[in-house]
């Protein structure tokens, strides 16, 4: 079945440090790949997509290439700042191809922490 | 655009009681939501698709007369948490998707359950 896989935390930075959050996944057809964001008590924010090869997601600073001959979408970003302290999930659609159900796989969730 | 409004954000009630959650979409029609669990520093779990005007989808080992939803709108998906017991203690998020194929879900900002 459909899988997504996360590189585990939590990870701990230096604010205007290099991010690299890695994800990969495993998906029959051509799903579309995502990044969401929670911060503490609060729900999920979409961050980017991608929703075929070569798609590069970017929001705020953060991008995400989806390259479909390694199975991957991780997740980049230049110079992190305290505020980007969160989880970050990626996760992936079925929503492509002959499946239309829409429901997302999540990775397990990466917590970053951004020190000042 | 594209807000998710979820109510309430906390409940805290006895053992015995049912409770209901709402989901809105504010600002676009949903025809599918999604109601999640998420267990603490855990990723999301599907618990079912809920769609207008039909029954709503469950996942495999939930059980669906403990957890009940209803999609009488394309704005409003509610949960009821039926005889709720401490092991319902959870945070519980929903995500509302606008019609078409590649449309991201919109998450909201989850309730935080606790049943004493």
């Known amino acids: 079945g459909n899988s997504v896989t996360q590189m585990e935390g939590p990870v701990t930075l230096s604010e205007e440090a290099f991010l690299t959050i890695n994800c990969t996944y495993t998906?029959?057809?051509?799903?579309?790949l995502f990044w969401y964001v929670q911060y503490p008590g609060e729900g999920l924010q979409l961050l980017l997509k991608a929703t075929k090869a070569d798609d590069k997601g970017s929001n705020k600073g953060f991008e995400a290439t989806y390259r479909k001959e390694t199975t991957s979408f991780h997740l980049e970003k230049g110079s992190v700042q305290v505020s980007d302290s969160a989880v970050y999930f990626c996760a992936l659609s079925d929503a492509s191809g002959s499946s239309n159900t829409g429901k997302l796989i999540f990775g397990q969730g990466t917590t970053l922490q951004v020190k000042p | 655009g594209a807000v998710v409004s979820q109510h309430p954000s906390r409940v805290i009630c006895k053992s015995g009681t049912s409770v209901k959650i709402e989901c809105r979409s504010l600002?676009?029609?949903?025809?599918?939501m999604f109601w999640y669990r998420q267990f603490p520093k855990q990723s999301l779990m599907l618990m079912a698709t809920?769609?207008?005007?039909?029954?709503?989808?469950?996942e495999q080992g939930v059980e669906k007369d403990k957890f009940l939803i209803n999609h009488a709108s394309l704005t409003l998906s509610t949960l009821t948490v039926t005889s709720a017991h401490p092991e319902d203690s959870s945070f519980y998020i929903c995500?509302?998707?606008?019609?078409?194929?590649?449309?991201?879900?919109?998450f909201g900002d989850g309730t935080r359950l606790s049943i004493l």
């Open positions: 998906a029959t057809g051509y799903p579309s």
């Open positions: 600002d676009f029609q949903a025809t599918t």
């Open positions: 809920s769609n207008e005007g039909s029954k709503a989808t469950y």
């Open positions: 995500s509302a998707k606008r019609t078409g194929e590649d449309q991201p879900q919109h």
